[in-house]
Antibody, heavy 126, light 106 residues
Framework: EVQLVESGGGLVKPGGSLRLSCAAS????????MNWVRQTPGKGLEWVSS????????YYADSVKGRFTISRDNAKNSLYLQMISLGAEDTALYYC???????????????????WGQGTLVTVSS | SYELTQPPSVSVSPGQTASITCSGD??????ACWYQQRPGQSPVLVIY???KRPSGIPERFSGSNSGNTATLTISGTQAMDEADYYC?????????FGGGTKLTVL
């Protein structure tokens, strides 16, 4: 059974930093693309970042580019999101999701997300 | 930047057919997928690659994608189908979600 367990969320002051983790099990982590998606309470889903299985392809939403860094450790079956310069607009529930990327080069594309974690809550407030 | 547009809400009577649309420029040239999210729960994939159902998803869920519109159809809608539904596609080096549609079964 695929399991994704996020951790690392919490209360942080504006301008602060936080590192989220996602522990994966039940599938071959090193063969799967992975993603972070966030959701503000009562609002819709917002894609944050994607990383290919071997970390070759990395993409970010414009809203987080330059502030967030996605990474993975295939030996530890873990996905990470380093967040800096946090603002109130980053307050959300952050989900880790397994992707289904295909292609390479300019034909690389992320596909559907077939498994999601339960999320970890990030609150940015003074 | 690429955008996907969904109606904010759709209502359906139990046993009837619900259709939720997702519009985007030449969306039919891309793969679209759909997620169901019940209150307090994580999203669940219900349709991928336009028309495919993951294992465990009831047959009453189906999808189509042509031109500028992808459609999620729920036949014989049940009370348990009341939820938020989101479409998703790959834009220019970005994953794009639609704004979501609240399906009310009344």
């Amino acid at each position: 059974e695929v399991q994704l367990v996020e951790s690392g969320g919490g209360l942080v002051k504006p301008g602060g930093s936080l590192r989220l983790s996602c522990a994966a099990s039940g599938f071959i982590f090193s063969s799967s693309s992975m993603n972070w998606v966030r959701q503000t309470p009562g609002k819709g889903l917002e894609w944050v970042s994607s990383i290919s299985s071997g970390s070759t392809y990395i993409y970010y939403a414009d809203s987080v580019k330059g502030r967030f860094t996605i990474s993975r450790d295939n030996a530890k079956n873990s996905l990470y999101l380093q967040m800096i310069s946090l603002g109130a607009e980053d307050t959300a529930l952050y989900y880790c999701a397994r992707g289904s990327a295909s292609g390479s080069g300019r034909y690389y594309r992320e596909g559907h997300f077939d498994s999601w974690g339960q999320g970890t809550l990030v609150t940015v407030s003074s | 930047s690429y955008e996907l547009t969904q109606p904010p809400s759709v209502s359906v009577s139990p046993g009837q057919t619900a259709s939720i649309t997702c519009s985007g420029d030449k969306l039919g040239d891309k793969y679209a997928c759909w997620y169901q999210q019940r209150p307090g729960q994580s999203p669940v994939l219900v349709i991928y690659q336009d028309t495919k159902r993951p294992s465990g998803i009831p047959e009453r869920f189906s999808g189509s994608n042509s031109g500028n519109t992808a459609t999620l159809t729920i036949s014989g809608t049940q009370a348990m189908d009341e939820a938020d539904y989101y479409c998703q596609a790959w834009g220019t080096n970005k994953v794009v979600f639609g704004g979501g549609t609240k399906l009310t079964v009344l």
